[in-house]
């Protein structure tokens, strides 16, 4: 068995030493939102940066910050960078866990597993389920996690919506072709409220 856990920084090559640019505890750079560092004309993004340490986040930032340094205007939206553990089946998921969004105020929840989802019936891949997490008030999805062998592909439609601001509603009223996996997500979103139709 090889386990191979916790990842830190690379920043050792690099002579910061010799530009005064120092690293905050956990050996990252700091930078401000526009990945600028407190040097002026040295910029980091990536895993040196606090955040996530994923590749398309680093690729995101890399946009952003090329956009940044010509003058235009570059953005992360740190709040909704999707992780996917890649086992069978994957584990998706965006936004903020059903534990984390408890601890900030009332909300509320939908579940729907794949064992009543079409597809994943015909393929006998029922495994897993999508969940759904919104502000109690306003409806806003504030997290989904997701359990199949598709949820990695999946988790882009919740990402999506998530950076628009979409709310549970707008997901359950958002017409998806069947039979499809993507239903399991409107499913869920409908069970925000306690109307999935096929559970
Ligand atoms: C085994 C493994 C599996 C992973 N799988 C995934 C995955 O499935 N999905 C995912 O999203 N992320 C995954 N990651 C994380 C992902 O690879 C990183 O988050 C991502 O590569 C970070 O991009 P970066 O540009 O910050 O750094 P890097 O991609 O590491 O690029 C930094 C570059 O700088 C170079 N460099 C370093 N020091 C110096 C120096 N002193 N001078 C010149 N060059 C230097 C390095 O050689 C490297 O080419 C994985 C990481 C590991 C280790």
């Given at each position: 068995?090889l386990?191979?856990?916790g990842?830190?920084?690379?920043?050792?090559?690099?002579?910061?030493?010799?530009?005064g640019?120092?690293?905050?505890?956990?050996?990252q750079?700091?930078?401000?939102h526009?990945?600028?560092?407190?040097v002026?004309?040295i910029?980091?993004?990536?895993?040196?940066?606090?955040g996530?340490?994923?590749?398309?986040?680093a690729?995101?930032?890399?946009?952003?910050?090329?956009?940044?340094?010509?003058?235009?205007i570059g953005?992360?939206?740190?709040?909704?960078i999707?992780?996917?553990v890649?086992?069978?089946?994957?584990?998706?998921?965006?936004?903020?866990?059903e534990?984390?969004?408890?601890?900030r105020g009332?909300?509320?929840?939908?579940?729907f597993?794949?064992?009543a989802?079409?597809?994943?019936?015909?393929?006998r891949?029922?495994d897993?389920?999508?969940?759904?997490?919104?502000?109690?008030?306003?409806?806003?999805?504030?997290?989904?996690?997701?359990?199949s062998?598709l949820?990695?592909?999946m988790?882009?439609q919740?990402?999506?919506g998530?950076?628009?601001?979409?709310?549970?509603?707008?997901?359950?009223?958002?017409?998806?072709?069947?039979?499809?996996?993507?239903?399991?997500?409107?499913e869920a979103?409908?069970?925000v409220?306690?109307?999935?139709?096929?559970?």
């Amino acid at each position: 068995m090889l386990v191979a856990i916790g990842r830190r920084p690379n920043t050792g090559g690099l002579g910061l030493d010799k530009t005064g640019l120092g690293l905050n505890k956990k050996g990252q750079i700091e930078v401000d939102h526009r990945f600028a560092t407190a040097v002026p004309g040295i910029w980091a993004i990536g895993d040196v940066v606090p955040g996530l340490m994923l590749a398309h986040k680093a690729m995101d930032e890399g946009i952003a910050v090329a956009e940044n340094i010509a003058g235009q205007i570059g953005i992360v939206n740190h709040a909704v960078i999707p992780s996917v553990v890649y086992t069978h089946p994957e584990i998706a998921g965006v936004g903020l866990t059903e534990e984390e969004a408890r601890t900030r105020g009332e909300i509320k929840v939908g579940k729907f597993p794949f064992a009543a989802n079409s597809p994943a019936k015909t393929n006998r891949d029922t495994d897993g389920f999508v969940k759904v997490v919104a502000d109690a008030e306003t409806d806003r999805v504030l997290g989904v996690h997701i359990i199949s062998t598709l949820a990695g592909t999946m988790i882009a439609q919740a990402a999506q919506g998530m950076e628009f601001g979409v709310t549970s509603e707008d997901i359950a009223y958002t017409c998806h072709a069947h039979p499809t996996h993507s239903e399991a997500l409107k499913e869920a979103a409908m069970a925000v409220t306690g109307k999935p139709i096929h559970m």
